[in-house]
């Protein structure tokens, strides 16, 4: 994806041909219209602009994580923008909504594309910090392939690639990831089909 545009940004006459933004180059996205790329550096010259200061200036636009710049040549610019990745399907009865890998929610329907995951409330709302609870135990446990997830009351259900459940306290999920570790280091995931984590002094388990 990658979008050029030419145009001379308004600079005090004294340094527009010497300091003027001349030409812009995105790369990464093709989702920053001319008009937008107009109204983000028309304040700017190709001297004093900087990452940080573009950054502040694409904050507004919540698809973008990351953005890069470079100089070429004098009077141009590429923008190298990292976008937001679509991460899970939020499934509350009958709504159905994607969120981003931070749980920004996308305004278009896009729940069909492929590799992502499933997060399922039945009791309760969709929450920002739920996402970075549903990425701490996909990092401990990415070799389960975890891909679907149920969150009811203080507990969130991970389902592996083999139909295994792991239950986690939301509310206490480090204690409840290093209990999981400690026990399956010790015993094979196979010989059980639910293994709730989430308790104080005890792991409930069912073969």
Same mark, same amino acid.
């Given at each position: 994806m ?16 010497i300091?003027g933004i ?20 028309k ?12 950054k502040?200036?694409?904050?507004? #636009? ?6 890069? !710049? ?8 590429t ?21 981003d890998?931070?749980?920004s ?7 069909n ?7 399922? #409330? ?10 970075l609870?549903?990425?701490? !135990?996909?990092?401990n446990?990415?070799d389960?392939k975890?891909?679907?997830? !149920? ?5 969130i259900a ?7 459940i792991l239950v986690f ?12 570790? !400690?026990f ?5 995931i196979?010989? #059980? ?5 989430s ?6 388990g069912?073969?």
């Open positions: 990658c979008a050029l545009l030419g145009y001379y940004a308004p600079t005090l006459p004294i340094v527009k041909d300091a001349k030409k812009v180059k995105v790369i990464g996205t093709d989702k920053l219209s001319e008009n937008d790329l107009k109204n983000i550096f304040t700017e010259n190709w001297i004093f602009i900087s990452e940080d200061r573009l502040e200036k694409l904050k507004k #636009y919540q698809f973008i994580k990351d953005v890069k !710049i470079l100089k070429p040549k004098l009077g141009e610019i923008m190298m923008v990292e976008e937001k990745k679509p991460f899970a399907n939020i499934i509350q009865g009958s709504k159905v909504f994607t969120v890998e931070e749980g929610i996308y305004e278009t329907d896009i729940s594309l492929p590799n992502l995951v499933n997060i399922y #409330y039945n009791d309760s709302e969709f929450q920002k910090i739920d996402i609870k549903i990425k701490k !135990i996909m990092k446990f990415k389960y975890l891909t679907k997830f !149920i969150i009811q009351k203080s507990q991970a389902e592996t690639s083999n139909r295994k306290s939301k509310d206490e999920l480090d204690d409840s990831l290093n209990k999981a570790k !400690i399956l280091a010790n015993k094979n196979k010989n #059980y089909t639910y293994l709730n984590f308790f104080d002094e005890m792991v409930i069912k073969k």
